[in-house]
């Protein structure tokens, strides 16, 4: 099984390169000069794209070709006082100049909406905000010029004091979207309402890829091991192809199933993420699929971002039935 690593948004390596750069809007207020202030918000947007490109840059010196972008790109995106504004498309060329690098040098680029961003959720404001959230960050990954290979992951959401009710009425909303947006999901289980089995079945019932995150899986656990659910869990990835390459008349791969791994921070903290990645559990469970399993891309959510993935590459060079085959990928 070829196994690849990515991070999350910021590099621990590449100094004074932060793609989430904001301003508040009280700041916004103060400035007496509306457009001026609009004009501002897009020039830190841009230094948050730019520094994007550093970053996909420097994964590449790195042999890094799995990417989660930052969800705070855009300062203020969606902000009900800034509905006259049209940020994506102000900064398309920004946005389509990060796609080309990706595209060219095959990355997989990803977002992570946040947990205000619930298609479970009983009120009706909420969904509506979970909606246009959806909306923007695909219209951003549609900027960048990226198929539906390039997916918005999510969580189901809350319970609201019924698990099986909500369940429902995220499958209800989520029909409810365009296709070009469901298109784009993935679902991740949760590390407190619902679990790898309960998150398996929604994915199942609307469609979509399901992501593991084995750490959710060990504080959240659903009552069976993550290795025998993995065949249903690979399963909903069939059919899922990797970026088109414009330049290759070739059919596009079959896009690797994606899970993510984190390490508690301490036995106080358990479902809060270290720094670096605990390898015994990550190499247990990649024995486990192995058989079944070409492969697998893994995103690392620990603290130290980049350097947390080097580690880990070091970690695991001496395992006997490990082979490196770049600085972020090696066999197994």
């Known amino acids: 099984m070829l196994v690849r690593l990515g991070y999350v948004a910021m590099s621990v390596a590449v100094k004074n390169a932060s793609p989430s750069k904001t301003m508040t809007y009280a700041n916004f207020s103060k400035l007496d000069d509306r457009a001026a202030a609009l004009r501002k918000l897009e020039r830190i947007a841009g230094e948050n794209i730019q520094n994007t490109l550093r970053l996909l840059k420097h994964n590449r010196a790195h042999d890094i070709e799995m990417y989660r972008c930052s ?17 994506i498309g102000r900064l398309a060329d920004n946005f389509a100049e990060v796609g ?5 040098h095959g990355m997989r680029i990803s977002f992570h909406p946040d947990h205000f961003t619930v298609l479970s959720t009983p009120r009706k404001d909420v969904l509506q905000k979970s909606y246009a ?14 198929d539906a290979s390039a997916k918005c992951n ?27 947006i469901r298109e784009r999901i993935t ?6 309402t619902f679990n790898a089995l309960e998150t398996l079945e929604i994915a199942e019932a609307v469609g979509v890829p399901m992501v593991l995150d084995i750490h959710h899986d060990q504080v959240n656990p659903c009552g069976q091991e993550a290795k025998s659910l993995w065949p249903r869990i690979r399963q909903t990835w069939s059919g899922c192809k990797a970026q ?19 390490s508690p921070r301490s036995e106080t903290d358990p479902r ?9 559990v990550l190499l247990a469970f ?8 070409p492969r697998l891309d893994v995103m690392l959510e620990a603290k130290m971002k980049d350097d947390a993935l080097m580690q880990l590459m070091i970690a695991v060079r001496d395992e006997p039935d490990v082979t490196i085959r770049t600085q972020a990928s090696f066999e197994l």
Request: net charge negative.
């Open 244 to 262: 088109r390459d414009p330049d290759s008349a070739a059919e596009p791969e079959e896009l690797p199933p994606k899970v993510h791994i984190s």
């Open 272 to 280: 809060g993420h270290a720094d670096y990645i605990e390898t015994p």
């Open 133 to 146: 959230d959806l909306e923007r960050h695909v219209q951003v990954l549609e900027a960048m010029g990226l």
């Open 71 to 87: 969800s705070k790109l855009i300062p203020l995106i969606g902000h009900e006082e800034l509905g006259d504004w049209d940020p």
């Open 100 to 104: 080309r690098y990706a595209i060219r």
């Open 154 to 180: 999510i969580h189901i959401g809350g319970t609201y004091g019924s698990k099986e009710t909500a369940g429902g009425r995220f499958i209800q909303n989520f029909a409810a979207m365009s296709e070009r």
């Open 286 to 293: 990649l024995r486990a699929v192995a058989p079944v399993t």
């Open 187 to 192: 679902l991740e289980n949760d590390d407190k």
